[in-house]
């Protein structure tokens, strides 16, 4: 899933959502630019752009006041590993005193089937770690949407100071309209500053858009690519996905070294994986191929996997459970043709294949797939839909351990 | 929920109705569940109002534009009580509103199939079927299956439900449509059956949260067990399991957890809605809330298990597995402890099964342990395995839609190929009997001998005189007036099984006959173990022997396809002379073809073994036969063509030749021939019906007049 930072927000969404934001420089920035900013903002806030866990930027952010310490904090930050995610960028925002700090989200909720708002007056902290006293969560109805006397409720309920109950509950109705009309998943303020003079900045973000919204699409929010996020292969099979939605073409880069696995069934894919991870199979990707691809983009895709890993891979696993709707011999005949391609493009390849699977056209299915390891020369074993996928997937980690070592370097 | 209990959500008796019932999915599915329960009542797409789906021959399923058009046009016993949507995403709220707006009254259940539904929809569609009473599964679920009456709605159990779903006492409800067939199948090698099977899909939001289906399932008189399949994301299970705690004898829980690698590795996971958001909502919060309310460890198979009255009392609540294949282990430990009867005798232990091994030489490097032996493979895939694998040649190809798709050809927007190969290359080689071997097979030919013997056959083909059927009709089409390109269609229309299509016949003798030999190389007569003598005085022995039986009892018998002529028949060794100069190209070049060999050998045998009186004429349609499946042998050897194409080609070459040889004929004709010379004078028409009066009208017909 996409995220949007607090910085693509300033810079691509912050002046469509009504939402008061502080003013906010990008680096690269010179010590005379610098100077520039704190000279008017007199404090600044350095913040690294990250794709934030559940912790936000906690911890990350340093308070300036000074050129050179704002020169000083920004080197760190740029050059700082928070637990495996480099900072893209760094950039400084307006420093907002403040009195009160509130922590407001609105997502999507199990609970009530629909949008909820949580809010806190605690905020600036990890909303899980916030007492049930000090915070609440309230239905929002997706039709009518968040009224400011529904948010004055909450506020006053939470025992908000009187005097910015009015104006913040506008504030929250203007959060709602932004999560309503930009079709986003999840919104998260974390914190709002309020000033002494009763001002409201908005001082972290953070989003979620749908990717099935089409309001979300239509905001043509340009990404930033963050330092290893996503591989080049990712990046290729989210365009294939992308362009059609007849059947799951989900990937997801686990950077193994031993299993080439093309999996399907969202359920089935997860455990395989697991069962995989657990004996050290070593699975290159995640992958859920299921419902129902059509030929070509089974074909499309598989290509895509054998380009960017067939080399490396110590064994080609193809399994799923029984399927309810997939063709076995549409989507087995359209591997097959994708590995029988890589070969003519690259040479022959060496490596033990294992497939399991059940369902529609199976016999017809695992033929095509007998005759093509065949005429590969490729050495195989085929599993119906009576052997359970966690033994096939079992089987095949040990199996490509075993192989591991007579790759041809 | 409006549903008091499983059965409400589907049973016997119910009626569905099917949106977007022409599309790719929806209508496989619908005739798959229509022709195991017959719960189908109709189905609506926009713009397709009209149409129907054929379910068996003969039977359809009636199609209308809109769900109000289907309410109106259905008689009342018809009208559905049940609705599964296939909508596309965008569509997919427009759809519910309709049916919620004209169904208020009849509907009580909306199966949402379709994926990628916005989360927004998602939500307004759970408020609109809220307030109409209406309950909603999915969205994203594969529907659900009723085993006891026999019933399903979706694609749960795929395209045969029978053989996963037997009646019995565990109820599935699983976060993914896969796991629910996938998991009934494990239970029944324990002996336990299904009562329902329920996939729930995982978006985001559930529209039917997990305690909801628990409380219907507990009243569901079947249901001993209820078995789920869990994945992280939502508060579903952490109120299911309160609700657990406080219901009175709760049915036990079998559960499975997955996901947990979510908390390891920077992954997402296929379904949508499988994201970890906060406490309770990950995989291993999840495990954690059900281990802490069956009070017994998660299952392990090495453990023994002793019956005590703690451990029943655990039981009695559920245990958790931590690998799926321990399902049915951990159903047969409730099954015993709590001294229930199993639903039916256990099939066959969960195990290793390969139906297919080959590791070649990488067998003899690995360790004993992972060299597998193939076990045995059920029914119905043994016969069906079997009966694939006596097909020695030709590509088993699949079928899909090739709308808009081609591997013949393509063309992008630069230059135009034929099966990758540059026409303007093709173009610059200068040879059209080699593109044309290209465009028909996929290849370019192996031999260069073999785009010579082609245009022979395309020259032999051209022409055989005036009178041939084909040269009459482009003949005729002059006389009438036609333009010449309608002169070659008639001639094409005027090929058929006995003239110029005897071709196709010929390659399904030869495959009958040479389709169980090792014959490898056609070109090559020693490079194969076939004794030709042997087999062609088989099959002449096979011919003598239903001629003399048909003789005998005055019935027809099957001739050798493409021996003899109707012109080339009257000495006592005939030839046709366009099969005689192909023959004698063969000779001079030292080309050998086995399967014209075979049948002039043949013609020979049957005189000689007194099948025929004279020595029949090995006529061009074999030629064009032999020399084609000549160039195709490699090609179905190797299973890159299929049989019904090498089958077909003959008959396309022959057409192509003669297409153009009834040009000739056309423009021959249009140049020296008159208007309507081709007509036949009445006066040369004979008469065989007598003439009949007409009565006027309202009056009786007449007699004949005799």
């Not at chain 1, 995220?3 to 959502?17: D, G, M, P, V, W």
């Not at chain 1, 695992?366 to 050495?379: A, D, R, S």
């Not at chain 2, 009723?146 to 699983?174: C, H, L, M, Q």
Request: hydrophobic share 40%; with cysteine.
């Amino acid at each position: 899933m996409q995220q949007i930072t607090e910085l693509t927000f300033l810079t691509q969404l912050a002046k469509r959502s009504k939402l008061p934001t502080p003013e906010y420089a990008v680096t690269p920035l010179d010590r005379k630019a610098l100077k520039g900013l704190l000279d008017t903002w007199q404090k600044a806030v350095v913040k690294p752009d990250i794709l934030a866990g559940k912790k936000g930027k906690a911890g990350l952010v340093k308070v300036v006041d000074d050129p050179a310490r704002a020169l000083q904090e920004i080197n760190r930050l740029l050059n700082a590993d928070f637990g495996g995610k480099i900072p893209r960028t760094v950039y400084l925002t307006r420093y907002i005193p403040a009195e009160l700090e509130i922590y407001t989200a609105i997502t999507y909720n199990s609970s009530f089937l629909g949008p909820s708002l949580t809010l806190s007056l605690k905020g600036g902290m990890d909303i899980e770690t916030v007492e049930d006293t000090y915070k609440r969560t309230i239905p929002v109805d997706v039709y009518k949407g968040l009224d400011a006397y529904q948010a004055s409720q909450i506020l006053s309920d939470l025992q908000c100071p009187k005097k910015i109950v009015s104006a913040f509950s506008r504030c929250l109705v203007n959060f709602w309209d932004f999560f309503i009309t930009s079709g986003m998943r999840m919104c998260e303020i974390n914190p709002w500053r309020v000033t002494p003079a009763g001002e409201f900045y908005v001082c972290d973000f953070k989003a979620v858009p749908d990717e099935s919204n089409f309001k979300a699409g239509n905001l043509a929010i340009t990404f930033p690519e963050y330092p290893e996020t996503i591989t080049p292969f990712e990046e290729e099979m989210k365009e294939l996905a992308a362009s059609s939605y007849q059947g799951q073409l989900h990937i997801s880069d686990l950077h193994g070294d031993l299993i080439l696995p093309i999996l399907f069934g969202g359920g089935a894919s997860t455990i395989i994986t697991e069962t995989l991870c657990t004996c050290g199979g070593s699975p290159i990707f995640l992958s859920d191929f299921g419902g129902n691809p059509t030929y070509e983009r089974m074909r499309q895709a598989t290509a895509v996997c054998f380009k960017h890993h067939l080399k490396k891979a110590a064994l080609l696993l193809i399994l799923g459970g029984k399927a309810n709707n997939t063709l076995i011999d549409v989507t087995f005949q359209a591997i097959g043709d994708a590995l029988t391609h890589y070969v003519e493009e690259h040479g022959p390849v060496f490596l033990p294949v294992v497939i399991g699977r059940g369902g529609p056209r199976l016999a017809k299915g695992l033929m095509i797939m007998k005759e093509i390891m065949e005429t590969l020369k490729l050495p195989y074993v085929i599993f119906g839909y009576d052997t359970p996928v966690t033994l096939v997937a079992e089987y095949a980690a040990r199996l490509a351990k075993a192989f591991a070592p007579m790759r041809k370097p | 929920m409006k549903a008091t209990q499983l059965a409400d959500l589907l049973s016997k008796g119910d009626r569905v109705a099917v949106s977007n019932i022409t599309g790719r999915e929806s209508s496989m599915v619908t005739i798959v569940s229509h022709r195991y329960c017959g719960n189908i009542v109709g189905g609506w797409a926009l713009g397709k109002g009209g149409q129907t789906i054929e379910y068996e021959p003969g039977k359809t399923i009636p199609v209308f534009a809109t769900f109000d058009e289907l309410l109106k046009s259905l008689p009342a016993k018809k009208h559905p009580n049940k609705v599964i949507v296939y909508s596309p995403p965008e569509a997919v709220y427009g759809e519910v509103k309709e049916v919620v707006s004209f169904g208020k009254k009849h509907i009580k259940t909306i199966f949402i199939i379709t994926e990628h539904v916005a989360i927004e929809v998602t939500a307004k569609i759970a408020s609109l079927a809220r307030e109409a009473g209406i309950d909603v599964i999915g969205c994203n679920t594969l529907g659900m299956i009723n085993t006891y009456d026999g019933v399903r709605v979706g694609a749960v159990g795929g395209d045969n439900p029978g053989e996963s779903f037997k009646k019995g006492s565990a109820a599935i409800i699983s976060n993914s449509g896969n796991m629910v067939t996938t998991m009934a199948t494990y239970l029944m090698s324990a002996g336990i059956g299904t009562s329902f099977g329920l996939s729930t899909g995982k978006d985001a939001l559930i529209l039917t949260p997990l305690k909801d289906l628990l409380a219907l399932a507990d009243k569901d008189r079947h249901t001993r067990i209820i078995v789920l399949y869990i994945e992280p994301g939502g508060l579903y299970e952490k109120e299911a399991v309160d609700l657990l705690k406080r219901a009175k004898n709760a049915k036990p829980v079998i559960v499975y957890v997955a996901g947990k690698i979510l908390e390891t590795q920077n992954v997402s996971l296929g379904h949508a809605g499988a994201v970890v958001e906060g406490a309770f909502t990950t995989a291993s919060a999840k495990m954690q809330l059900f281990d802490d309310y069956f009070g017994v460890e998660a299952f392990d198979p090495q453990k023994r298990y002793e019956h005590t009255p703690k451990l029943r009392q655990a039981l009695l609540r559920g245990i958790r597995i931590q690998t799926l294949h321990t399902l049915p282990q951990a159903a047969s430990l409730v099954y015993r402890v709590c001294e229930w009867e199993r639903d039916f005798s256990p099939h066959e232990t969960l195990q290793l099964n390969p139906w297919f091994v080959n590791l070649g030489e990488l067998g003899k490097k690995l360790p004993a342990p992972l060299i597998l032996t193939p076990g045995k493979i059920a029914e119905p895939y043994a016969t069906q395995f079997a009966s694939l694998a006596e097909r020695k040649l030709g590509k088993m190809a699949t079928q899909r839609s090739m709308r808009n798709a081609s591997y013949a050809s393509g063309n992008d927007g630069q230059a135009a190929s034929i099966y990758g190969y540059a026409v303007a290359d093709l173009m610059q080689r200068g040879n059209f009997a080699e593109a044309l071997i290209l465009q028909w097979l996929g290849e370019l030919p192996q031999h260069a001998f073999e785009a010579r013997l082609v245009e022979m056959c395309l020259i032999a083909s051209l022409s055989n005189g005036p009178g041939t059927i084909s040269a009459q009709a482009a003949k005729l089409s002059a006389s009438a007036g036609n333009s010449p390109h309608t002169g070659m269609i008639a001639a094409l229309a005027s090929v058929g099984d006995v003239h110029g299509g005897n071709g196709r016949e010929a390659i399904e003798y030869l495959l009958k006959v040479f389709g169980s030999t090792d014959l490898v190389d056609p070109y090559n007569p020693k490079a194969s173990s076939v004794n030709l003598e042997s087999l062609v005085l088989q099959e002449a022995e096979a011919f003598k022997t239903r001629k003399a039986i048909a003789q005998e009892s005055g019935t027809g018998y099957i001739k050798i396809p493409c021996l003899g002529h109707p012109v080339f028949k009257d000495k006592d060794v005939n030839f046709d002379p366009r099969e005689e100069a192909i023959y004698a190209y063969l000779q001079e070049q030292g080309l050998y073809n086995i399967f014209l060999d075979f049948y002039r050998r043949l013609a020979q045998t049957m005189k000689h073994i007194g099948a025929t009186s004279k020595v029949l004429a090995v006529n061009v349609d074999a030629a064009i036969a032999c020399i084609w499946l000549g160039i195709c042998w490699k090609l179905l050897k190797d299973r890159r063509i299929t049989l019904k194409r090498a089958i077909d080609i003959p008959l396309v070459a022959f057409a192509l030749g003669r297409a153009a040889g009834a040009a000739g004929e056309f423009l021959d004709h249009h140049d020296h021939g008159t208007d309507m010379d081709m007509r036949v004078p009445a006066a040369e028409c004979e008469i065989l019906t007598k003439p009949r009066d007409l009565a006027p009208a309202g009056k009786k017909a007449g007699r004949s007049r005799v």
